[in-house]
């Protein structure tokens, strides 16, 4: 296998809510929570749970990072309307990006890395919005949460990441 180049998390180039793209090499020695949103859906409450666990421990190095999708059809017409009713409805402060697919041949480079990473239980596929990633300081995928797991329940994964 010379030559084979391992892709990692952080070569990975994301595009924030406002345009600017960039690679998340931006949060390397982290612990990230990535999860694909959607302001529409069922489970949106959870945007307040997991805003309060970025606050919780975001001075421990914590970031959580939202990715819009209208995979499901659940999602605003457009990124900005997503990130500014996350704000105003659930005092969301995290880093969102631009509206992309999670799944299918169109699906975000970072989507297919992260479910190529932890296809383990739950599959390949993501099955539905606030599916979450849990990703080390070392840049590993070390959890996959489903979509109806709480952020409340992710917590001792959390910290232990962060040890």
Known sequence: MEGV??????????????GEEYTLDRYRGKTLVIVNTATKCGLSPQFKALE????????EGLVVLGFPSNQFKQELASAEAAAEA?????????????????????????????????SGVLGKSIKWNFTKFLINRDGEVVKRFAPQTTPEAMTSYIESALA
Do not use: W
Request: charged share 20%; hydrophobic share 35%.
């Open 5 to 18: 180049i391992k892709l990692s998390i952080y070569d990975i180039k994301v595009t924030a809510e406002d």
């Open 52 to 59: 309060s666990l970025y606050e919780q421990y975001k001075s």
């Open 86 to 118: 996350c704000r105003t409805t659930y005092g969301v402060s995290f880093p969102m990006h631009q509206i992309a697919d999670v799944n299918g041949e169109a699906a975000s480079p970072l989507f297919k890395y992260l479910t190529n990473q932890s």
